[in-house]
């Protein structure tokens, strides 16, 4: 199964930074090992002290960007038996480049059977004139679990969206679990129209898998009032899942129903 | 359509007489008549009078989701797994007649659902004069009228008039306060049906639904006559 | 092939039940953001190039001889809102149906005994133009057409909508559709070597969310 970030051609060479920064976790029989930190470009990634018998890493923004023309990537790999949050301090702010050139963002999610990755970053905020691909492909091995929280500001106050491309791909012992790609800001047709974001200026996904989840047994559930600004739903996926997915007039009613959606995902 | 062929696959069965698995399938009544004329009560009636006998199932077509439906469960004259509303797409008359998928699904769904049923009555939504169900979905249906609406109805005939299987002619307890003159209707509806039957109703009265439920009885012993052959692939038409 | 057939799968007349769904434009016009030709056109472009070229892509990869089951899958998982998953399935079930009785063939037969619960509407959409001998590309516009013609024709329905003006609408897209339906149709050919996920899974998050609420109504007018 493919990306498609592999799926693209090379992007023209640019001045852009290119950077991959990488974590790997395991498991030693005991704890969450963290044998690889490798910090890169705008990543600088930090060691926090473990919850409990999950480990924590948080991602710190060491510079602004993606620019146009930046390639960055960060992959996660967690082994089995391994537990891992990643959070991040700072928001990702896609600002316009020195060139045209679309930055791109390319994580990469891999968790091993038995562990599980908690995938929660600040959000993503595409400012006027910029230009990100975002890429999230996750692979979970058969008995993985993973929270994943994915959200979009479509530009600062007052100010107009970028464009913004997010593709998140899951997949789910190899088989595809969920795949959306979501396309904002101009040239993209109609994308603020009734039947894509309409005027809601913040959007956002919450993705739980575990095995143990029965989906059948988790009726949709309603967020917010659909007559307010802010509103989504919590639904089970084919597989093992439960996926919210909110829009929102701010970061701030995004994000309060997003936490409500984990509390609901979370205690059946 | 399907009427010369076999079937080896659930999905194509439409006027077929027998499900896939060979089993004679339930007879399908239609009701259809204009808005208030008393189809849902007809079919609240008929239900009352046969549910002890026979296996039954009911499908409302509604303008808004499930009101008829709502009101046959509140009455509770089926279980509520006996009935089951089919969404329109405010067209009524489209979903009984032009484009019968929805229907079809729903009666099939209720027969893999309850297993045996003896008889689905298809109630369609409030429409007007020229609504009839089409014999995709139906093997007869019922037209529905009642006095208060004028007596000049049977004259006008359209489709559900003239050529219905049975003509009901309800609410004729009101037609000394309304009006209506029973005897025109009966030769006006006589002139256009030729042969076809007609039958009036006061659902108000004791059994009031007895002529119609004798003609179901009929048609229940003529369906299961016609259907007893033993190869899977005779047609209800 | 018969370019006559494409007229008759595409037709709104085709009778497997899409009369009965709006597109999501029922609950547009309840929160009053589809009330007008403008709007409306808002609507239908917004779900050509999300919900309208990932279907399109679908059927297009069905026509050209895709694992149907694959492809259902790869459905299931560009279909995130339970209430569209049933949708799709329902009329999948309804187009095979009438598919079945107009281009009867052993790969309809074959998708009813392999997905009796119903196979996603799309999937079922390109085998039967496949039957019907048409190409992927003609699949890929019926989809596409399928997807702003529903709401349109809902619209007109719910609004009072003066007919002329959403035919209007339709007749602007043409372009678009056209594009959606030979973007789709490339991506069909590269999955016998790059799989499903070269396929477009375009989404929109209005539409999975209001498809959602819209199910939890107690009176609707629309299945969907």
Not at chain 2, 209 to 228: G, I, K, N
């Amino acid at each position: 199964m493919s990306t498609l970030a592999e799926d693209r051609p090379p992007l023209p060479d640019t001045s852009g930074v290119v950077a991959t920064a990488r974590v790997r976790a395991g498991h030693n029989g005991r704890a969450t090992t963290l044998p690889l930190l490798s910090s890169d470009g705008p990543f600088q990634l930090q060691k926090l002290r473990p919850r409990g018998d999950l480990a924590r890493v948080d991602v710190i923004g060491a510079m602004s960007g993606p620019l146009g023309g930046d390639q960055l990537a960060l992959h996660a790999d967690v082994g089995p038996q391994a537990r891992l949050e990643i959070t991040a301090a700072t928001s990702t702010i896609a600002l316009r480049g020195p060139s045209d050139d679309a930055a791109t963002y390319d994580i990469r999610l891999t968790i091993g059977d038995d562990a599980a990755l908690h995938w929660l970053p600040q959000p993503l905020i595409s400012t006027a004139g910029s230009n990100l691909r975002q890429t999230c492909a996750v692979d979970l091995a058969p008995t993985a679990r993973l929270v994943l929280r994915d959200e979009q500001v479509l530009g600062r106050t007052g100010e107009t969206c970028g464009h913004l491309t997010s593709h998140l791909t899951v997949l789910r012992a190899g088989r595809p679990l969920l795949d959306q790609h979501t396309s904002y800001g101009h040239p993209h047709p109609a994308w603020n129209g009734p039947a894509v974001v309409g005027s809601h200026r913040a959007c956002g996904q919450l993705l739980v898998v575990d095995p143990s989840l029965t989906p059948a047994a988790r009726p949709t559930v309603l967020l917010g009032n659909p007559d307010t600004p802010a509103h989504g739903v919590l639904v089970p996926l084919g597989g093992p899942a439960l996926l919210a997915t909110v829009v929102a007039d701010t970061a701030t009613r995004l994000r309060r129903l997003l936490d409500q959606a984990l509390h609901r995902a979370l205690t059946p | 359509m399907h009427l010369d062929h076999t079937h080896d696959a659930p999905g194509a069965v439409s006027a077929d007489a027998h499900r896939p698995d060979g089993t004679r399938r339930a007879l399908r009544i239609g009701l259809g008549g204009p808005v208030g004329s008393g189809k849902t009560a007809t079919v609240a009636a008929l239900c009352r009078t046969l549910r002890d006998r026979y296996a039954l199932a009911v499908v409302t077509n509604d303008i808004y989701t499930c009101e008829d439906a709502e009101f046959l469960l509140r009455e509770a004259v089926l279980a509520p797994e006996r009935i089951t509303a089919v969404e329109t797409g405010a067209c009524p008359h489209t979903a009984i007649r032009d484009d019968i998928s929805a229907n079809l699904e729903a009666v099939e769904a209720l027969e893999d659902r309850l297993g045996a049923v003896d008889l689905i009555l298809v109630e369609s939504g409030g429409d007007n004069l020229t609504a009839t169900f089409s014999k995709g979905l139906v093997d007869t249906q019922i037209f529905v009228i009642d006095v208060s609406s004028g007596d000049d109805i049977p004259r006008k005939g359209g489709p559900g008039i003239t050529s219905a299987d049975l003509l009901v002619v309800n609410k004729t307890d009101l037609a000394p306060y309304v009006g209506a003159d029973l005897g025109t209707m009966a030769s006006d509806a006589a002139q256009r049906r030729g042969n076809l039957p007609v039958v009036f109703t006061s659902l108000t009265a004791d059994d009031g639904v007895r002529p119609v439920t004798d003609w179901v009885l009929e048609r229940l012993a003529a369906w299961r006559e016609q259907t007893a052959r033993p190869e899977p692939a005779v047609t209800a038409h | 092939m018969s370019r006559t057939a494409l007229l008759v799968l595409a037709d709104g007349r085709f009778p497997a039940g899409g009369h009965a769904h709006s597109g999501g434009v029922e609950a547009a016009v309840a929160a009053q953001a589809v009330r007008d030709p403008v709007t409306l056109d808002s609507f239908c472009r917004g779900r050509l190039h999300t919900a309208g070229l990932t279907a399109a892509s679908l059927a297009a990869a069905a026509t050209t001889g895709c694992d149907p089951l694959v492809l259902d899958e790869a459905a299931d998982a560009r279909t995130p809102a339970p209430a569209l998953r049933a949708t799709s399935r329902k009329l999948g079930r309804q187009m095979l149906r009438a598919a079945r009785a107009a281009w009867p063939c052993p790969a309809l037969d074959r998708l009813a005994r392999d997905l009796p619960g119903g196979a996603h509407q799309p999937v079922v959409l390109g085998i039967a133009a496949h039957a019907a001998g048409l190409t992927a590309l003609d699949a890929a516009h019926a989809a596409a057409f399928d997807s702003v013609t529903t709401p349109a024709t809902a619209a007109v329905r719910l609004l009072g909508l003066d007919p002329f003006d959403a035919t209007a609408v339709i007749a602007r897209l043409c372009d678009d559709i056209d594009a959606v339906a030979c973007q789709a149709a490339d991506a069909a050919a590269r999955v016998a070597d790059e799989g499903v996920g070269v396929l477009p899974a375009a989404s929109s998050p209005l539409l999975d969310i209001t498809a959602e609420q819209h199910a939890a109504w107690p009176m609707r007018l629309f299945a969907s």
